[in-house]
């Protein structure tokens, strides 16, 4: 059994993760993360979480997912101070995690929520259900994923993300 709370430890804030981002990468967060604006009632649901929640991400500076999600998961937690997110790269675990891996690779992000205890409440991987479900060769499911490209889907997503964190 691996030993989240040690990975955790190890981790880095988004501030200090960013810093260690090149300008072009940092710009494609920043094109999703300042504009967001998430529905009052999704941030309601975010503040009134009172209990103490770590959550681990596995992210990569380059990937579009990770700009779009990551950045989405930051707001959120800015709204409650209840809530600890640390980062790694994909290659400080890529030999643990084993659980979370897809096709044999941890897909990124992983965002792995945990209790004060560093108990396991739930993980996302790398986009919400319905992007991953989208078939993008139909019209309907091309749309769906360039919503989600143009962070058009983030109150979808951070739905999601509550739903692992309160245990709905």
Do not use: Q
Not at 11 to 18: A, D, N, V
């Amino acid at each position: 059994m691996i030993n989240l709370k040690n990975l955790f430890e190890k981790g880095l804030s988004f501030r200090s993760f960013m810093l260690n981002v090149d300008d072009e990468n940092k710009n494609k967060f920043m094109k999703y993360y300042i504009p967001m604006e998430i529905d009052p009632e999704i941030k309601n649901k975010i503040t009134s979480i009172k209990e103490e929640l770590n959550i681990l991400g596995v992210v990569e500076p380059w990937c579009p997912d990770c700009h779009i999600n990551l950045s989405l998961l930051e707001k959120m937690i800015s709204y409650n101070d209840y809530i600890t997110l640390k980062l790694v790269t994909r290659d400080d675990v890529k030999d643990e995690l084993d659980e979370y891996k897809v096709d044999g690779k941890i897909k990124v992000p992983t965002f792995i929520v945990m209790d004060k205890d560093f108990n396991i409440k739930g993980a996302f991987i790398e986009k919400i259900d319905m992007v991953k479900n989208a078939d993008i060769e139909t019209l309907e499911g091309s749309k769906i994923n360039m919503k989600y490209k143009a962070g058009k889907l983030v109150n979808e997503t951070a739905e999601e993300l509550l739903k692992i964190m309160i245990g709905a």
